[in-house]
Protein backbone atom coordinates (compact mmCIF):
# COMPACT_ATOMS: atom_id res chain seq x y z
CA UNK A 1 0.00 0.00 0.00
CA UNK A 2 1.35 3.15 -0.82
CA UNK A 3 1.88 5.61 2.52
CA UNK A 4 1.14 9.36 2.03
CA UNK A 5 4.29 11.10 3.74
CA UNK A 6 3.15 14.70 3.67
CA UNK A 7 0.87 17.12 2.06
CA UNK A 8 2.15 20.25 0.31
CA UNK A 9 0.78 23.22 -1.66
CA UNK A 10 2.42 22.45 -5.00
CA UNK A 11 2.10 23.98 -8.13
CA UNK A 12 0.97 21.63 -11.24
CA UNK A 13 4.39 21.68 -12.68
CA UNK A 14 5.94 20.83 -8.99
CA UNK A 15 3.27 18.21 -8.77
CA UNK A 16 4.76 16.12 -12.65
CA UNK A 17 8.31 16.38 -11.12
CA UNK A 18 6.92 14.93 -7.71
CA UNK A 19 5.32 12.64 -9.63
CA UNK A 20 8.19 11.42 -11.91
CA UNK A 21 10.50 10.84 -8.62
CA UNK A 22 7.65 9.26 -7.15
CA UNK A 23 7.72 6.89 -9.98
CA UNK A 24 11.20 6.01 -10.00
CA UNK A 25 12.01 7.28 -13.22
CA UNK A 26 15.76 7.60 -13.41
CA UNK A 27 16.36 10.21 -16.19
CA UNK A 28 14.43 13.50 -16.67
CA UNK A 29 15.76 15.87 -19.87
CA UNK A 30 13.76 18.65 -20.68
CA UNK A 31 14.44 22.25 -22.62
CA UNK A 32 13.08 25.31 -20.74
CA UNK A 33 9.65 27.11 -21.82
CA UNK A 34 6.77 28.34 -20.50
CA UNK A 35 4.53 26.56 -19.52
CA UNK A 36 6.64 23.88 -18.61
CA UNK A 37 10.34 25.49 -17.36
CA UNK A 38 9.44 24.32 -13.79
CA UNK A 39 8.70 20.52 -14.22
CA UNK A 40 12.88 19.67 -14.23
CA UNK A 41 13.48 22.49 -11.55
CA UNK A 42 11.73 20.69 -9.21
CA UNK A 43 12.70 17.26 -10.11
CA UNK A 44 15.98 18.43 -9.13
CA UNK A 45 14.57 19.59 -5.35
CA UNK A 46 11.98 16.82 -4.90
CA UNK A 47 15.19 14.25 -6.10
CA UNK A 48 17.66 16.04 -4.13
CA UNK A 49 15.45 16.33 -0.89
CA UNK A 50 14.80 12.20 -1.68
CA UNK A 51 18.40 11.68 -1.95
CA UNK A 52 17.37 9.08 -5.02
CA UNK A 53 19.82 9.22 -8.02
CA UNK A 54 18.57 10.31 -11.09
CA UNK A 55 20.34 11.97 -14.15
CA UNK A 56 18.50 15.55 -14.44
CA UNK A 57 19.62 17.73 -17.55
CA UNK A 58 18.94 20.79 -19.34
CA UNK A 59 19.13 19.43 -23.09
CA UNK A 60 20.14 22.18 -25.86
CA UNK A 61 16.71 21.13 -27.67
CA UNK A 62 13.73 19.27 -27.05
CA UNK A 63 14.90 16.49 -30.15
CA UNK A 64 17.87 16.26 -28.71
CA UNK A 65 16.31 15.80 -24.56
CA UNK A 66 13.71 13.22 -26.58
CA UNK A 67 16.64 11.22 -27.95
CA UNK A 68 18.67 11.45 -24.66
CA UNK A 69 15.70 10.04 -22.65
CA UNK A 70 14.34 7.18 -25.51
CA UNK A 71 18.10 5.68 -25.65
CA UNK A 72 17.66 5.72 -21.33
CA UNK A 73 14.03 3.42 -21.29
CA UNK A 74 15.84 1.48 -23.69
CA UNK A 75 17.87 -0.05 -21.09
CA UNK A 76 14.75 -1.06 -19.38
CA UNK A 77 14.84 2.27 -16.69
CA UNK A 78 12.24 4.81 -16.35
CA UNK A 79 12.88 7.81 -18.39
CA UNK A 80 10.82 10.98 -18.90
CA UNK A 81 11.28 14.43 -21.22
CA UNK A 82 9.15 17.50 -20.77
CA UNK A 83 8.93 20.35 -22.78
CA UNK A 84 6.24 22.98 -24.08
CA UNK A 85 3.86 22.39 -26.86
CA UNK A 86 6.14 23.95 -29.59
CA UNK A 87 9.14 21.97 -28.23
CA UNK A 88 7.15 18.83 -29.46
CA UNK A 89 7.38 20.37 -33.26
CA UNK A 90 11.50 19.98 -32.64
CA UNK A 91 11.09 16.52 -31.13
CA UNK A 92 8.70 15.43 -33.42
CA UNK A 93 10.74 13.08 -35.23
CA UNK A 94 11.96 10.84 -33.13
CA UNK A 95 8.41 11.08 -30.93
CA UNK A 96 7.00 9.92 -34.23
CA UNK A 97 8.77 6.80 -34.81
CA UNK A 98 9.02 6.08 -30.72
CA UNK A 99 5.66 5.01 -31.06
CA UNK A 100 6.08 2.30 -33.81
CA UNK A 101 9.46 1.17 -32.08
CA UNK A 102 8.35 1.04 -28.49
CA UNK A 103 10.60 1.67 -25.09
CA UNK A 104 11.52 -0.97 -22.46
CA UNK A 105 11.03 0.80 -19.40
CA UNK A 106 8.60 3.46 -19.06
CA UNK A 107 9.11 6.34 -21.31
CA UNK A 108 6.54 9.64 -20.42
CA UNK A 109 6.57 12.49 -22.16
CA UNK A 110 4.98 15.87 -20.91
CA UNK A 111 4.23 17.96 -23.42
CA UNK A 112 2.66 21.31 -21.48
CA UNK A 113 0.16 22.93 -23.45
CA UNK A 114 -0.31 26.59 -23.97
CA UNK A 115 -4.26 27.35 -25.01
CA UNK A 116 -4.85 30.90 -25.83
CA UNK A 117 -1.68 31.40 -26.15
CA UNK A 118 -0.34 33.32 -23.51
CA UNK A 119 3.37 32.67 -24.15
CA UNK A 120 3.94 30.56 -27.63
CA UNK A 121 3.92 30.68 -31.20
CA UNK A 122 0.66 28.23 -31.65
CA UNK A 123 -2.33 27.34 -30.12
CA UNK A 124 -1.76 23.30 -30.73
CA UNK A 125 -2.95 20.64 -29.08
CA UNK A 126 -0.27 17.89 -28.36
CA UNK A 127 -2.99 15.68 -27.68
CA UNK A 128 -3.67 15.67 -31.07
CA UNK A 129 -0.17 15.31 -31.63
CA UNK A 130 -0.59 12.30 -29.73
CA UNK A 131 -2.98 10.87 -31.87
CA UNK A 132 -1.36 11.42 -35.01
CA UNK A 133 2.02 9.31 -33.63
CA UNK A 134 -0.67 6.88 -31.99
CA UNK A 135 0.73 7.48 -28.38
CA UNK A 136 -1.56 7.67 -25.73
CA UNK A 137 -2.30 10.45 -23.77
CA UNK A 138 -3.77 11.70 -20.28
CA UNK A 139 -5.09 15.03 -19.84
CA UNK A 140 -4.82 16.51 -15.94
CA UNK A 141 -6.87 18.66 -15.11
CA UNK A 142 -5.37 19.93 -11.49
CA UNK A 143 -2.24 19.39 -9.81
CA UNK A 144 -3.32 16.18 -8.15
CA UNK A 145 -4.52 14.30 -11.08
CA UNK A 146 -1.07 15.96 -12.85
CA UNK A 147 0.88 13.79 -9.88
CA UNK A 148 -0.88 10.67 -10.27
CA UNK A 149 -1.60 10.57 -14.25
CA UNK A 150 2.29 10.78 -14.23
CA UNK A 151 2.42 7.52 -12.25
CA UNK A 152 -0.09 6.23 -14.45
CA UNK A 153 1.46 6.80 -17.20
CA UNK A 154 4.57 4.97 -16.25
CA UNK A 155 2.59 1.91 -15.24
CA UNK A 156 0.63 2.02 -19.40
CA UNK A 157 4.00 3.01 -20.90
CA UNK A 158 5.96 -0.53 -19.43
CA UNK A 159 2.91 -2.42 -20.04
CA UNK A 160 2.74 -2.00 -23.75
CA UNK A 161 6.48 -0.66 -24.07
CA UNK A 162 4.81 2.52 -25.61
CA UNK A 163 5.97 6.29 -24.97
CA UNK A 164 2.66 7.42 -23.02
CA UNK A 165 1.64 11.71 -22.98
CA UNK A 166 0.86 13.51 -19.73
CA UNK A 167 -0.49 16.69 -21.51
CA UNK A 168 -1.31 19.64 -18.99
CA UNK A 169 -2.10 22.67 -20.44
CA UNK A 170 -0.89 26.36 -18.48
CA UNK A 171 -3.74 26.39 -16.02
CA UNK A 172 -2.59 23.17 -14.52
CA UNK A 173 0.82 23.85 -14.65
CA UNK A 174 0.83 27.22 -12.40
CA UNK A 175 -1.96 26.49 -10.75
CA UNK A 176 -1.71 25.46 -6.70
CA UNK A 177 -3.43 22.84 -4.58
CA UNK A 178 -2.55 20.34 -1.59
CA UNK A 179 -0.61 17.10 -2.89
CA UNK A 180 -0.27 14.38 -1.34
CA UNK A 181 3.52 13.27 -0.95
CA UNK A 182 4.48 9.83 -1.02
CA UNK A 183 7.65 7.71 -0.75
CA UNK A 184 10.03 7.32 -3.90
CA UNK A 185 9.65 4.25 -5.15
CA UNK A 186 12.53 1.86 -5.25
CA UNK A 187 13.09 0.62 -8.86
CA UNK A 188 16.36 -1.25 -8.42
CA UNK A 189 17.16 -2.10 -12.42
CA UNK A 190 20.67 -2.51 -13.99
CA UNK A 191 20.92 -0.78 -17.11
CA UNK A 192 20.39 -3.45 -19.62
CA UNK A 193 20.33 -3.25 -23.54
CA UNK A 194 19.00 -6.33 -25.19
CA UNK A 195 20.24 -6.61 -28.79
CA UNK A 196 17.41 -6.38 -31.39
CA UNK A 197 18.13 -5.12 -35.18
CA UNK A 198 14.82 -5.73 -35.74
CA UNK A 199 12.78 -3.46 -33.66
CA UNK A 200 15.84 -1.06 -32.14
CA UNK A 201 17.67 -0.58 -35.83
CA UNK A 202 13.92 -0.93 -37.81
CA UNK A 203 14.59 -0.29 -41.46
CA UNK A 204 11.25 -0.03 -43.48
CA UNK A 205 10.54 -3.97 -44.59
CA UNK A 206 10.32 -4.13 -40.81
CA UNK A 207 7.88 -1.08 -40.29
CA UNK A 208 4.36 -2.62 -41.36
CA UNK A 209 5.00 -5.23 -38.69
CA UNK A 210 5.91 -2.85 -36.02
CA UNK A 211 2.76 -0.47 -37.20
CA UNK A 212 0.43 -3.37 -37.15
CA UNK A 213 1.77 -4.18 -33.52
CA UNK A 214 1.56 -0.28 -32.71
CA UNK A 215 -2.36 -0.11 -33.99
CA UNK A 216 -2.84 -3.40 -31.82
CA UNK A 217 -1.42 -1.62 -28.50
CA UNK A 218 -3.33 1.22 -29.30
CA UNK A 219 -7.31 -1.51 -30.03
CA UNK A 220 -6.36 -2.69 -26.66
CA UNK A 221 -5.71 0.41 -24.45
CA UNK A 222 -8.92 1.42 -26.12
CA UNK A 223 -10.58 -1.13 -24.24
CA UNK A 224 -8.74 -1.16 -20.86
CA UNK A 225 -11.84 -0.88 -18.25
CA UNK A 226 -9.84 0.99 -16.35
CA UNK A 227 -9.63 3.88 -18.67
CA UNK A 228 -13.87 4.18 -19.32
CA UNK A 229 -14.43 7.59 -18.05
CA UNK A 230 -16.22 8.61 -15.25
CA UNK A 231 -19.60 10.41 -14.65
CA UNK A 232 -18.77 12.95 -12.51
CA UNK A 233 -22.61 15.08 -12.43
CA UNK A 234 -25.97 14.05 -13.69
CA UNK A 235 -28.05 10.90 -12.45
CA UNK A 236 -27.61 9.12 -15.60
CA UNK A 237 -30.88 9.32 -16.74
CA UNK A 238 -30.29 12.09 -18.91
CA UNK A 239 -31.05 12.15 -22.80
CA UNK A 240 -28.06 14.68 -23.14
CA UNK A 241 -24.36 14.85 -21.87
CA UNK A 242 -21.25 16.49 -21.52
CA UNK A 243 -17.84 15.12 -22.18
CA UNK A 244 -14.88 17.00 -21.04
CA UNK A 245 -11.33 16.57 -20.40
CA UNK A 246 -8.68 18.56 -18.54
CA UNK A 247 -9.07 22.11 -16.98
CA UNK A 248 -11.78 22.64 -19.08
CA UNK A 249 -13.70 19.63 -17.51
CA UNK A 250 -13.28 21.05 -14.17
CA UNK A 251 -14.34 24.67 -15.32
CA UNK A 252 -17.52 22.77 -16.49
CA UNK A 253 -18.06 21.22 -13.38
CA UNK A 254 -18.08 24.49 -11.32
CA UNK A 255 -20.38 26.36 -13.67
CA UNK A 256 -22.65 23.59 -13.80
CA UNK A 257 -22.74 23.73 -9.96
CA UNK A 258 -22.77 27.49 -9.82
CA UNK A 259 -25.44 27.59 -12.05
CA UNK A 260 -27.60 24.57 -9.84
CA UNK A 261 -27.21 22.37 -13.08
CA UNK A 262 -25.28 19.18 -11.35
CA UNK A 263 -28.74 16.94 -11.82
CA UNK A 264 -29.49 18.53 -15.06
CA UNK A 265 -27.32 16.64 -17.51
CA UNK A 266 -24.42 13.75 -17.42
CA UNK A 267 -20.98 15.21 -17.09
CA UNK A 268 -18.11 12.48 -17.91
CA UNK A 269 -14.39 13.40 -17.34
CA UNK A 270 -12.03 11.76 -20.02
CA UNK A 271 -8.43 11.26 -18.53
CA UNK A 272 -7.16 9.52 -21.35
CA UNK A 273 -8.25 11.19 -24.23
CA UNK A 274 -6.78 9.00 -26.70
CA UNK A 275 -7.05 6.21 -27.66
CA UNK A 276 -10.86 7.39 -26.04
CA UNK A 277 -12.42 4.42 -24.72
CA UNK A 278 -14.30 1.85 -27.02
CA UNK A 279 -16.80 1.05 -25.08
CA UNK A 280 -17.44 4.72 -23.72
CA UNK A 281 -18.19 5.91 -27.23
CA UNK A 282 -20.63 3.15 -27.93
CA UNK A 283 -22.38 3.62 -24.63
CA UNK A 284 -22.64 7.60 -26.14
CA UNK A 285 -23.97 7.58 -29.54
CA UNK A 286 -26.52 4.80 -28.55
CA UNK A 287 -27.64 6.56 -24.96
CA UNK A 288 -27.76 9.90 -25.36
CA UNK A 289 -29.64 12.33 -28.07
CA UNK A 290 -27.20 15.39 -27.69
CA UNK A 291 -23.71 15.17 -26.70
CA UNK A 292 -21.78 18.17 -26.11
CA UNK A 293 -17.88 18.23 -26.01
CA UNK A 294 -15.99 20.64 -24.50
CA UNK A 295 -11.74 20.44 -24.64
CA UNK A 296 -8.96 22.38 -25.20
CA UNK A 297 -7.74 22.78 -27.94
CA UNK A 298 -8.34 20.53 -31.12
CA UNK A 299 -11.61 18.42 -31.23
CA UNK A 300 -9.46 15.00 -30.21
CA UNK A 301 -12.18 13.74 -28.39
CA UNK A 302 -15.11 14.77 -30.37
CA UNK A 303 -13.42 13.34 -33.81
CA UNK A 304 -13.22 9.80 -32.24
CA UNK A 305 -17.15 10.15 -31.21
CA UNK A 306 -17.70 9.36 -35.03
CA UNK A 307 -20.65 10.91 -34.44
CA UNK A 308 -22.40 13.74 -36.68
CA UNK A 309 -24.70 14.93 -34.35
CA UNK A 310 -22.37 15.60 -31.21
CA UNK A 311 -21.61 19.72 -30.54
CA UNK A 312 -17.97 20.87 -30.22
CA UNK A 313 -15.60 22.33 -31.59
CA UNK A 314 -15.26 20.64 -34.89
CA UNK A 315 -19.31 21.77 -35.22
CA UNK A 316 -18.35 25.30 -34.02
CA UNK A 317 -21.10 24.76 -31.26
CA UNK A 318 -17.59 25.25 -28.49
CA UNK A 319 -15.48 28.57 -30.33
CA UNK A 320 -13.26 26.28 -32.59
CA UNK A 321 -9.72 28.15 -31.49
CA UNK A 322 -8.38 29.64 -28.34
CA UNK A 323 -8.51 28.91 -24.88
CA UNK A 324 -11.70 27.44 -22.91
CA UNK A 325 -11.90 30.30 -20.22
CA UNK A 326 -14.83 29.86 -17.88
CA UNK A 327 -16.60 32.79 -19.45
CA UNK A 328 -16.39 30.97 -22.98
CA UNK A 329 -17.61 28.34 -21.59
CA UNK A 330 -20.61 29.26 -19.67
CA UNK A 331 -21.65 30.76 -23.00
CA UNK A 332 -21.51 27.49 -24.57
CA UNK A 333 -23.78 25.44 -21.50
CA UNK A 334 -25.84 27.97 -21.76
CA UNK A 335 -26.49 27.58 -25.65
CA UNK A 336 -26.44 23.80 -25.16
CA UNK A 337 -28.61 23.52 -21.91
CA UNK A 338 -31.12 26.07 -23.70
CA UNK A 339 -30.85 28.19 -20.43
CA UNK A 340 -30.77 32.43 -20.39
CA UNK A 341 -27.14 33.96 -20.78
CA UNK A 342 -26.06 35.94 -17.46
CA UNK A 343 -25.33 39.62 -17.44
CA UNK A 344 -21.64 40.02 -19.16
CA UNK A 345 -19.30 41.70 -16.65
CA UNK A 346 -17.69 44.33 -18.59
CA UNK A 347 -14.98 45.34 -16.01
CA UNK A 348 -12.69 42.61 -17.34
CA UNK A 349 -10.86 42.70 -20.35
CA UNK A 350 -9.33 46.26 -20.12
CA UNK A 351 -5.62 46.50 -21.44
CA UNK A 352 -2.39 46.30 -19.53
CA UNK A 353 0.50 47.71 -20.27
CA UNK A 354 3.05 45.93 -23.03
CA UNK A 355 5.72 44.18 -22.07
CA UNK A 356 9.01 45.16 -22.56
CA UNK A 357 13.03 45.03 -21.62
CA UNK A 358 13.89 45.17 -18.30
CA UNK A 359 15.56 48.37 -17.30
CA UNK A 360 19.16 48.76 -18.18
CA UNK A 361 18.99 45.24 -20.21
CA UNK A 362 21.96 44.72 -22.62
CA UNK A 363 19.81 43.71 -25.72
CA UNK A 364 18.09 46.82 -25.41
CA UNK A 365 21.16 48.43 -26.05
CA UNK A 366 22.43 45.78 -28.57
CA UNK A 367 19.34 46.58 -31.13
CA UNK A 368 19.32 50.71 -30.33
CA UNK A 369 23.05 50.23 -31.74
CA UNK A 370 21.76 48.40 -34.78
CA UNK A 371 19.16 50.06 -35.56
CA UNK A 372 21.39 53.40 -35.19
CA UNK A 373 23.62 51.74 -37.70
CA UNK A 374 21.33 50.71 -40.40
CA UNK A 375 18.30 52.58 -40.10
CA UNK A 376 17.55 50.71 -43.40
CA UNK A 377 18.20 47.38 -42.23
CA UNK A 378 16.02 44.31 -42.24
CA UNK A 379 16.18 42.46 -38.62
CA UNK A 380 14.93 39.05 -38.44
CA UNK A 381 14.94 37.77 -34.99
CA UNK A 382 14.36 34.85 -32.45
CA UNK A 383 12.41 33.57 -29.37
CA UNK A 384 13.77 35.08 -26.13
CA UNK A 385 13.08 38.05 -24.29
CA UNK A 386 14.87 40.04 -27.26
CA UNK A 387 11.61 39.60 -29.05
CA UNK A 388 10.89 42.65 -27.42
CA UNK A 389 13.20 44.52 -29.35
CA UNK A 390 10.36 44.54 -31.85
CA UNK A 391 8.41 47.39 -29.39
CA UNK A 392 11.36 50.25 -30.98
CA UNK A 393 12.44 49.06 -34.84
CA UNK A 394 15.16 46.67 -33.89
CA UNK A 395 12.86 43.07 -34.33
CA UNK A 396 11.13 42.50 -38.16
CA UNK A 397 10.56 38.69 -38.01
CA UNK A 398 10.40 35.99 -35.76
CA UNK A 399 9.12 32.47 -36.80
CA UNK A 400 10.37 29.63 -34.35
CA UNK A 401 13.52 28.55 -32.86
CA UNK A 402 16.58 29.49 -34.66
CA UNK A 403 14.63 30.37 -38.03
CA UNK A 404 15.83 33.58 -37.43
CA UNK A 405 19.48 32.73 -39.02
CA UNK A 406 17.94 31.08 -42.34
CA UNK A 407 15.35 33.50 -42.58
CA UNK A 408 18.31 35.68 -42.97
CA UNK A 409 19.84 33.76 -45.46
CA UNK A 410 16.59 33.85 -47.47
CA UNK A 411 16.54 37.60 -47.27
CA UNK A 412 19.64 37.79 -48.42
CA UNK A 413 19.43 35.53 -51.35
CA UNK A 414 16.30 37.35 -52.47
CA UNK A 415 18.01 40.71 -52.34
CA UNK A 416 21.41 39.77 -53.55
CA UNK A 417 19.65 38.84 -57.05
CA UNK A 418 18.18 42.42 -57.56
CA UNK A 419 21.50 43.88 -57.85
CA UNK A 420 24.51 45.02 -55.00
CA UNK A 421 22.83 47.43 -53.20
CA UNK A 422 20.78 44.84 -50.89
CA UNK A 423 19.98 46.36 -47.46
CA UNK A 424 22.12 45.90 -45.02
CA UNK A 425 20.71 42.18 -42.75
CA UNK A 426 21.37 42.25 -39.20
CA UNK A 427 19.80 38.76 -37.47
CA UNK A 428 19.86 38.30 -33.83
CA UNK A 429 19.63 35.60 -31.87
CA UNK A 430 20.09 34.83 -28.47
CA UNK A 431 22.84 32.58 -26.35
CA UNK A 432 20.34 29.50 -25.25
CA UNK A 433 18.72 29.32 -28.76
CA UNK A 434 22.10 29.68 -30.69
CA UNK A 435 22.78 26.61 -29.08
CA UNK A 436 19.12 25.10 -29.59
CA UNK A 437 18.65 25.66 -33.53
CA UNK A 438 21.24 28.09 -34.42
CA UNK A 439 24.25 26.05 -35.47
CA UNK A 440 22.50 23.97 -38.33
CA UNK A 441 21.47 27.51 -39.73
CA UNK A 442 24.39 29.25 -39.60
CA UNK A 443 26.32 26.44 -41.17
CA UNK A 444 23.65 26.23 -43.74
CA UNK A 445 24.38 29.98 -44.38
CA UNK A 446 28.06 30.31 -44.48
CA UNK A 447 28.07 26.73 -47.00
CA UNK A 448 25.41 28.94 -49.56
CA UNK A 449 27.25 31.60 -49.11
CA UNK A 450 25.16 34.06 -47.73
CA UNK A 451 26.11 37.39 -46.20
CA UNK A 452 24.75 39.06 -43.11
CA UNK A 453 25.73 40.23 -40.05
CA UNK A 454 24.64 37.55 -36.90
CA UNK A 455 24.62 39.02 -33.59
CA UNK A 456 24.26 36.64 -30.83
CA UNK A 457 22.99 38.25 -27.92
CA UNK A 458 24.80 36.20 -25.45
CA UNK A 459 23.56 37.24 -21.90
CA UNK A 460 25.08 33.93 -20.27
CA UNK A 461 21.90 32.30 -19.37
CA UNK A 462 18.03 31.26 -20.55
CA UNK A 463 16.36 34.23 -19.25
CA UNK A 464 12.84 34.21 -20.49
CA UNK A 465 12.01 30.98 -19.06
CA UNK A 466 13.95 31.72 -15.60
CA UNK A 467 17.58 31.96 -15.80
CA UNK A 468 18.52 28.32 -16.82
CA UNK A 469 21.95 27.41 -17.87
CA UNK A 470 23.77 27.56 -20.97
CA UNK A 471 25.91 24.71 -22.31
CA UNK A 472 28.76 27.71 -21.97
CA UNK A 473 27.80 28.31 -18.39
CA UNK A 474 29.18 25.11 -17.86
CA UNK A 475 26.94 23.88 -15.40
CA UNK A 476 24.01 20.80 -14.92
CA UNK A 477 20.88 21.21 -13.92
CA UNK A 478 21.36 20.55 -10.49
CA UNK A 479 24.56 22.87 -10.18
CA UNK A 480 26.64 20.52 -11.00
CA UNK A 481 29.90 21.24 -13.18
CA UNK A 482 29.43 20.46 -16.60
CA UNK A 483 31.18 20.51 -20.09
CA UNK A 484 31.42 23.96 -20.81
CA UNK A 485 30.69 24.06 -24.61
CA UNK A 486 32.08 27.86 -25.78
CA UNK A 487 29.93 29.78 -28.90
CA UNK A 488 32.95 31.21 -30.65
CA UNK A 489 34.28 27.99 -30.69
CA UNK A 490 31.46 26.47 -32.22
CA UNK A 491 31.15 29.77 -34.52
CA UNK A 492 34.82 29.17 -35.90
CA UNK A 493 33.86 25.47 -36.38
CA UNK A 494 30.96 26.38 -38.66
CA UNK A 495 33.50 28.43 -40.88
CA UNK A 496 32.73 31.97 -40.08
CA UNK A 497 35.51 34.10 -41.09
CA UNK A 498 35.01 37.14 -38.83
CA UNK A 499 33.92 36.95 -35.58
CA UNK A 500 34.07 39.46 -32.72
CA UNK A 501 33.17 40.06 -29.42
CA UNK A 502 31.68 43.24 -28.02
CA UNK A 503 29.52 44.78 -24.82
CA UNK A 504 26.67 46.59 -25.94
CA UNK A 505 26.58 48.50 -22.89
CA UNK A 506 29.83 50.69 -25.39
CA UNK A 507 27.24 51.93 -27.73
CA UNK A 508 30.04 53.85 -30.21
CA UNK A 509 32.28 50.96 -29.93
CA UNK A 510 29.20 48.31 -30.90
CA UNK A 511 28.17 50.62 -33.54
CA UNK A 512 31.64 50.86 -35.13
CA UNK A 513 31.91 47.01 -34.93
CA UNK A 514 28.34 46.97 -36.81
CA UNK A 515 29.56 49.01 -39.89
CA UNK A 516 32.96 47.13 -39.80
CA UNK A 517 31.14 43.42 -39.79
CA UNK A 518 29.16 45.29 -42.48
CA UNK A 519 32.55 46.00 -44.83
CA UNK A 520 33.60 42.82 -44.56
CA UNK A 521 29.94 41.32 -45.57
CA UNK A 522 30.06 43.29 -48.58
CA UNK A 523 33.96 42.66 -49.42
CA UNK A 524 35.03 40.61 -51.90
CA UNK A 525 35.04 37.14 -50.35
CA UNK A 526 32.83 38.36 -47.58
CA UNK A 527 30.18 36.31 -45.80
CA UNK A 528 28.21 35.55 -42.46
CA UNK A 529 29.97 38.16 -39.81
CA UNK A 530 29.51 37.49 -36.44
CA UNK A 531 29.37 39.25 -33.44
CA UNK A 532 28.88 38.63 -29.91
CA UNK A 533 27.06 40.67 -27.89
CA UNK A 534 28.32 39.80 -24.69
CA UNK A 535 26.82 41.90 -20.94
CA UNK A 536 25.18 39.19 -18.28
CA UNK A 537 21.21 39.37 -17.86
CA UNK A 538 20.75 42.18 -15.42
CA UNK A 539 18.46 40.04 -13.63
CA UNK A 540 21.49 38.22 -11.65
CA UNK A 541 21.81 40.75 -8.81
CA UNK A 542 25.43 39.26 -8.63
CA UNK A 543 26.20 41.23 -11.90
CA UNK A 544 24.35 44.20 -10.63
CA UNK A 545 26.52 44.59 -7.57
CA UNK A 546 29.90 44.16 -10.38
CA UNK A 547 29.24 46.44 -13.31
CA UNK A 548 29.80 50.02 -13.58
CA UNK A 549 26.88 52.41 -11.77
CA UNK A 550 25.71 55.75 -13.23
CA UNK A 551 23.50 58.12 -11.16
CA UNK A 552 21.05 59.11 -14.19
CA UNK A 553 18.60 62.23 -13.96
CA UNK A 554 16.87 64.10 -16.79
CA UNK A 555 17.86 67.88 -16.74
CA UNK A 556 16.07 71.04 -17.30
CA UNK A 557 16.77 70.79 -20.88
CA UNK A 558 14.27 68.04 -21.85
CA UNK A 559 12.34 69.22 -25.10
CA UNK A 560 9.64 66.51 -24.31
CA UNK A 561 10.39 65.16 -27.64
CA UNK A 562 9.91 61.78 -26.42
CA UNK A 563 12.89 60.33 -28.65
CA UNK A 564 14.08 58.67 -25.54
CA UNK A 565 11.18 56.59 -24.77
CA UNK A 566 10.52 55.45 -28.95
CA UNK A 567 13.73 54.56 -29.70
CA UNK A 568 15.11 52.77 -26.51
CA UNK A 569 12.27 52.25 -23.99
CA UNK A 570 13.65 51.82 -20.74
CA UNK A 571 10.82 51.38 -18.42
CA UNK A 572 12.84 53.71 -15.76
CA UNK A 573 12.48 56.90 -18.82
CA UNK A 574 8.93 58.26 -17.75
CA UNK A 575 7.23 60.65 -19.57
CA UNK A 576 4.71 63.49 -16.99
CA UNK A 577 2.28 64.32 -18.86
CA UNK A 578 1.73 67.68 -16.91
CA UNK A 579 5.64 68.90 -17.10
CA UNK A 580 5.68 67.61 -20.64
CA UNK A 581 9.16 66.03 -20.01
CA UNK A 582 10.87 63.04 -18.96
CA UNK A 583 12.00 61.76 -15.51
CA UNK A 584 14.19 58.65 -14.37
CA UNK A 585 12.02 56.61 -11.85
CA UNK A 586 14.93 55.56 -9.58
CA UNK A 587 12.89 52.87 -8.31
CA UNK A 588 13.78 50.44 -11.24
CA UNK A 589 17.04 52.56 -13.01
CA UNK A 590 19.72 50.65 -12.46
CA UNK A 591 22.20 53.31 -13.73
CA UNK A 592 23.94 51.10 -16.42
CA UNK A 593 24.15 54.70 -18.08
CA UNK A 594 23.54 53.69 -21.76
CA UNK A 595 20.41 55.88 -22.25
CA UNK A 596 22.89 58.78 -21.85
CA UNK A 597 23.78 58.70 -25.73
CA UNK A 598 20.62 58.55 -26.76
CA UNK A 599 18.77 61.73 -25.74
CA UNK A 600 19.62 64.57 -29.01
CA UNK A 601 20.00 67.40 -26.89
CA UNK A 602 22.26 66.13 -24.02
CA UNK A 603 19.72 66.52 -21.20
CA UNK A 604 20.38 63.24 -20.23
CA UNK A 605 22.91 63.15 -17.31
CA UNK A 606 24.75 60.16 -16.69
CA UNK A 607 27.83 59.83 -13.73
CA UNK A 608 29.66 57.38 -12.28
CA UNK A 609 29.06 56.50 -8.83
CA UNK A 610 30.04 52.52 -8.22
CA UNK A 611 30.81 49.32 -9.37
CA UNK A 612 33.89 48.25 -11.83
CA UNK A 613 36.42 50.73 -12.38
S1 LIG B 1 15.30 63.24 -22.41
FE1 LIG B 1 15.99 63.88 -24.43
S2 LIG B 1 15.16 62.36 -25.84
FE2 LIG B 1 14.03 62.15 -23.91
S3 LIG B 1 12.27 63.45 -24.20
FE3 LIG B 1 13.79 64.67 -23.17
S4 LIG B 1 14.84 65.69 -24.85
FE4 LIG B 1 13.72 64.03 -25.79
S1 LIG C 1 20.42 54.31 -16.73
FE1 LIG C 1 18.92 54.81 -18.29
S2 LIG C 1 18.81 53.00 -19.58
FE2 LIG C 1 19.83 52.37 -17.69
S3 LIG C 1 18.19 51.62 -16.43
FE3 LIG C 1 18.43 53.77 -15.90
S4 LIG C 1 17.00 54.87 -17.21
FE4 LIG C 1 17.22 52.82 -18.04
Known amino acids: MVQTIQKKILMGNEAIGRGLVEAGCALVSSYPGTPAS ?8 FAGDAKVPVHIEWSINEKVAYEVALGHSYTGKRS ?7 GLNVASDPFMRSA ?71 R ?5 QGVSLEEPRKIEREARFKKDPSRWVATPQFIPALHRRLNDKIDEIAGLEEMYPCRIAGSGSSSRCIVSSGVACANVYEILEDRGFLEEVDLFKVDLPYPLNRNFIEMLNAGYDRILVVEETYPVIETQLMNRAARGRLSKDVPDYGELTPEVIGKVLEAFLDVPGEPEDDTKGAGGVRPSLCPGCPHRAAFYAISTAFPKGIFPSDIGCYTLGMNFGGVDTCHCMGACISQGAGLYHAHAADGPDSPTIVVTIGDSTFFHAGIPGLVNAVFTGARFILVILDNATTAMTGNQPTPQVGLMADGT ?31 SLLKEADRFCRSDGGGVAVIISKHPCVMDREVLKTQKRYRVVVTGECTGCRICIKRFECPALVFDEETEKVSVDQTICIGCGVCGAVCPVGAIDVRKIGGAA
Open 100 to 170: YIGVTGGLVVVAADDPGPHSSQTDQDSRAFAQFARIPVFDPSNPVEAKEMTGRAFELSERYEIPVMVRPTT
Open 80 to 86: AVAMKQV
Open 172 to 176: VCHAR
Open 38 to 45: EILESVVA
Open 481 to 511: PGNAVYIPDLVRASGVRFLEECDPYDLDAFI
